[in-house]
């Protein structure tokens, strides 16, 4: 499950080139994945689940690393999903990409002992739709798939570092993540099984009369 040397691997600097993350709760992500995961985005912004967890190894403990996480579109279409089917169909072209923003792990800037020792989590992170977003909610637009991809850069201590940005971070992309975007659950699956697998949602188990 570690995802090593991914493209570009090579040509990075010796603190990242043996960077290699795994991916927590990845048989849940999976489970989500078959069905065909959805992710409620809020004007508010609201919490991903599963929540993007890693693990890591490889990096230099007494170097400073900044993680950071970024969503891209899977294509350039608009989605609506066919209850009659069950399915997601395509609906014409995708609307122009909202503002890309990233989202930084709060407790960046840290050795990389301290972030080897335990699971990485990111969830602060909130996604919204709302374009005017001022808190920092990485924007998306409901109805598109992304595939959200996990950062992990090397904080060098050189006076011209810019030079080297290129070489100084490397990147991870698990498929199993790929979300569609979406303001209400489509597929009544998904509902079940985040209730189902959700600590946060047992308001709504208690008040389901089924089992």
Not at 66 to 88: E, G, N, Q, T
Not at 173 to 179: I, L, R
Request: net charge positive; glycine share 8%.
């Amino acid at each position: 499950g570690w995802a090593g040397d991914g493209p570009g691997a090579s040509g990075k600097n010796q603190h990242v080139c043996h960077a290699a993350a795994r991916l927590e709760m990845g048989s849940l992500w999976e489970e989500f994945n078959r069905l065909g995961t959805e992710m409620i985005v809020t004007k508010a912004g609201r919490r991903m689940f599963p929540t993007f967890q890693v693990k890591l190894s490889g990096l230099d403990p007494l170097a400073d690393y900044v993680l950071l996480m970024d969503f891209i579109p899977l294509d350039d279409k608009r989605y609506r999903y066919a209850f009659h089917s069950s399915s997601w169909l395509a609906a014409g072209r995708a609307e122009p990409a909202a503002p890309g923003r990233v989202h930084f792990h709060p407790d960046s800037p840290a050795k990389g002992a301290q972030w080897m020792r335990q699971i990485v989590s990111f969830d602060k992170l909130k996604l919204t739709n709302n374009l005017l977003d001022d808190n920092g909610h990485i924007i998306l637009n409901s109805m598109h798939r992304y595939q959200p991809r996990f950062h992990v850069v090397f904080v060098d201590p050189r006076r011209d570092s810019e030079r080297f940005a290129h070489q100084n971070f490397k990147s991870f992309s698990f498929p199993e993540t790929q979300f569609m975007a979406v303001t209400a659950y489509q597929n009544h699956r998904i509902t079940q099984l985040k209730i189902a697998s959700n600590p946060f949602a047992k308001g709504f188990r208690d008040g389901d009369p089924e089992p």
